[in-house]
Structures are given as C-alpha cells and as structure tokens.
C-alpha cells in the first residue's frame, strides 16, 4: 500500500475517474469554468438574513433598536439581492446547461430576484397570520413572541412560504436547499412544491411529512407524525417514476389532523373534518367528517 504523496496522488486520481464516468453516464460533460450549483452555505445564511428582514426586532440582530429598524431592513435588502442572484443565476445556469449566454442568464436572474423580494410585504403578513394560528391553537402559548421565536412548526411554515416563492418561480434546488434546511432543524419534512393555505398550525411538528403536490386551505391544523403522502407511484414506459404528477392529498379549509394520522393519494378531506389519531385514510371522506381508528361519520353524501 502506497503512503504520504504517492496515496494521495493515488486516491485523486481515483476520484477523478469516479467524477469523469459519473459525468460521462449522465451527460454532464460540459465545463462551465466553475460552480455549476448554488451554494448550500450561501443559501443557508440568505435564509437566515430574510428571516431577520420579515421579523427585524424577533428573529433579527440581539442589538438592533426600533430607531434603527428600517436602515437595518434596507441594507440587508441589499446584501440579499446580490447574493440571491449569484444563486439563482447558477441554478439557471445549471437548468440551462450552456443554451444561453451567461449576461442573459444573470439578468433573468435579477429580474426574477426582484419579483421575489417585491413579495416579502405581502409574505410577512401572511406569516402574521400563521404566528396568530399557532399562538391561537395552543393553550400553552403565552405570547405570540413566544411563537414566532421558539415553536419548530412556525420556524418550519417560515421557511417553505420562503421555498414555495423559489418552487413557482422555477428554481426547485434553491427550493429543496431552503426546505431541507427547515426540515434538519425542525424534523417537518414539507416539500417546497406544497401549496398551504392561510392561518396554518403544525403543533409539536416532528414527524410531519407534507408531499410536493399536497393542497391545503385555510386555517387547517395538524399535529406530530402526521403524513400527507402518496399511496403508489406511476412509472413511465421505461420504468422510471413518472415526477409532478398530482398524487398527495387535497386538505379543505378548516381540518384538524391529529397526531399519527396518516393520508396517502390524491384523495379530498372535505372542509370542517377532524382525522382522529394514527388513522389510515386512503379515500376522500365528505365535509364535517369525524374519523376514527374505530369508526367513520359524516355529514352529507359520500364523496
């Protein structure tokens, strides 16, 4: 066994064999001169920066004043608009593989940035009511401050609204990066492709498990462990899974989940139901429904 300079000019050489048939079978042979993805890092702390921009004196610096609040907001504005077109014009870049030329790429990147950014007035405001769900739904909570800074499924609701803006606007690894980083910290897994309607509450929240093409309204509350999943998956002519089609449950306004339930398909929970705990579902169940391990009523015809 070789050692010292001759092992590792061995072990590199090895490595660069690996890269060079991993690229050769996935015909990704072309060399842009330099990172070809976004950064983990970067994206990580742009999170983090956006999360102080929307909530300055709760999740921002333990220093800043209110006098100091606005020139706080603008000049991270600024740091943040730089570093997310850095990002986005390498996920596009990536997406584009060389098609278009790369002062094009990054001023899609910017137009795109903005019309994000453009949005954090409006995101805000729909957190507040997220806060306000969670503060409401809990008679634990003492304060909506004690929400907004210490409850997993607000911290996680804050980061897919963040994801679900990146999802739509076509930039899905940005996306993952942000939920996965959400779904590390907190152990609630909601794929960026998820739409959530208004006033949303994750009480406790480990374990939960929302699917990329699950629709949920407003004002629906869910607890530990509960899944909004897929019964099966398609497979194209050559076997492999068929992506984005619809298969992840439709949730109406005002459902509660309690913890353990498990709903898999593309299946309707009608508005005003109540799914009892560690209850399989895997067909839809008509408004007011009550459903239990033991027994299922309901109000109104059978969907």
Not at 137 to 143: E, K, R, V
Not at 215 to 243: C, H, M, P, S, W
Not at 252 to 280: F, M
Request: proline residues 5%; charged residues 25%; aromatic residues 4%.
């Amino acid at each position: 066994m070789p050692s010292g300079k001759r092992l590792i000019d061995k072990i590199t050489g090895e490595l660069r064999l690996a890269r060079h048939d991993w690229r050769e079978r996935q015909g990704r042979e072309l060399d842009l001169g330099s990172r070809e993805l976004p950064s983990h890092k970067a994206v990580h702390q742009t999170v983090d920066t956006l999360c102080a921009i929307l909530f300055p004196m709760r999740l921002g610096p333990p220093d800043l004043t209110k006098e100091r609040e606005d020139q706080f907001v603008a000049y991270m504005l600024g740091n943040v608009e730089r570093e997310l077109v850095n990002q986005v014009a390498l996920e596009l870049q990536y997406l584009d593989r060389g098609q278009q030329d790369l002062v094009a790429l990054r001023e899609q990147a910017s137009d795109q940035v903005g019309k994000l950014l453009a949005q954090l007035s409006a995101l805000r405001r729909q957190l507040d009511e997220d806060v306000l769900a969670a503060y409401h739904g809990d008679p634990a909570a003492t304060c909506v401050d004690e929400v907004l800074i210490s409850y997993p499924g607000v911290e996680a609701i804050i980061h897919h609204r963040i994801a679900h803006g990146f999802y739509r606007a076509g930039l899905p690894m940005i996306a993952r990066i942000i939920a996965e980083k959400a779904h590390s910290a907190t152990g609630i897994d909601i794929h960026p492709g998820a739409t959530i309607g208004r006033s949303f509450f994750i009480d406790h929240g480990t374990g939960v498990v929302v699917g990329e093409t699950a629709i949920l309204g407003d004002r629906v509350r869910i607890y530990q462990n509960v899944t909004l999943g897929a019964v099966r998956f398609n497979e194209d002519e050559t076997g492999a899974l068929t992506k984005g089609e619809p298969r992840h449950p439709i949730v109406d306004d005002d459902v509660v989940i309690y913890a353990g339930a498990t709903i898999l398909g593309r299946i309707n929970i009608g508005r005003g139901s109540v799914i009892g705990g560690n209850v399989w579902l895997t067909r839809s169940v008509p408004p007011e429904s009550r459903v239990s391990q033991a027994s299922v009523t309901h109000a109104g015809p059978e969907l």
